[in-house]
T-cell receptor, first 113, second 113 residues
């Protein structure tokens, strides 16, 4: 089955710096890669996703890149702000087969003012 | 308001005392799933359901049961809870095929003594 590795487990940056979180997956048939943000005490919420027919997707200060050959995808946050502090989870699945959305173990991002 | 509702939000129980965590969604979603969240382990899928009367095991199904008699409800049953089931539980739903976004409930924190 699918296995998703996520690094780093914790990340601390200064406000205004960029943050990068990386994930690798094992199942070459996976074609859908979402990222979820979980603020302290809250539920996870989708912030961005990418499908395997594109290599990069941006939404304001966040972007996700995908390298299918290397089975690797990353979340990039630019101009970080204190409200970006949260736990971020990557995930992978086969599109149309929602049953097997496998999450990474999460990255705790701290943005220091 | 579109939402996924879980109950109870907090529960302390004792080993062996059967309990049910209810989950209900009002978005007419076909797909529903249960996850448990433990420190350092991320979100692990317990069971999922692609539609009414269709359920399947996730990564950590041992000690849990589910049922999907109605589209809106997906209860999680712990027949004989044990301390290793102490965790934060999330129910989630999505349309399943048209979009990958999972909508999570607020979570249920369960402690088994």
């Amino acid at each position: 089955g699918e296995n998703v590795e996520q690094h780093p487990s914790t990340l601390s940056v200064q406000e205004g710096d960029s943050a990068v979180i990386k994930c690798t997956y094992s199942d070459s048939a996976s074609n859908y890669f979402p990222w979820y943000k979980q603020e302290l005490g809250k539920r996870p919420q989708l912030i961005i996703d990418i499908r395997s027919n594109v290599g990069e997707k941006k939404d304001q200060r966040i972007a996700v890149t995908l390298n299918k050959t290397a089975k690797h995808f990353s979340l990039h946050i630019t101009e970080t702000q204190p409200e970006d502090s949260a736990v971020y989870f990557c995930a992978a699945s086969r599109w149309g087969s929602q049953g097997n959305l496998i999450f990474g173990k999460g990255t705790k991002l701290s943005v220091k003012p | 308001e579109a939402q996924v509702t879980q109950n109870p939000r907090y529960l302390i129980t004792v080993t062996g005392k059967k309990l049910t965590v209810t989950c209900s969604q009002n978005m007419n979603h076909e797909y529903m799933s249960w996850y448990r969240q433990d420190p350092g382990l991320g979100l692990r899928q317990i069971y999922y359901s692609m539609n009414v009367e269709v359920t399947d095991k996730g990564d950590v199904p041992e000690g849990y049961k589910v049922s999907r008699k109605e589209k809106r409800n997906f209860p999680l049953i712990l027949e004989s809870p044990s301390p290793n089931q102490t965790s934060l539980y999330f129910c989630a739903s999505s349309t399943g095929l048209a979009t990958g976004e999972l909508f999570f409930g607020e979570g249920s924190r369960l402690t088994v003594l």
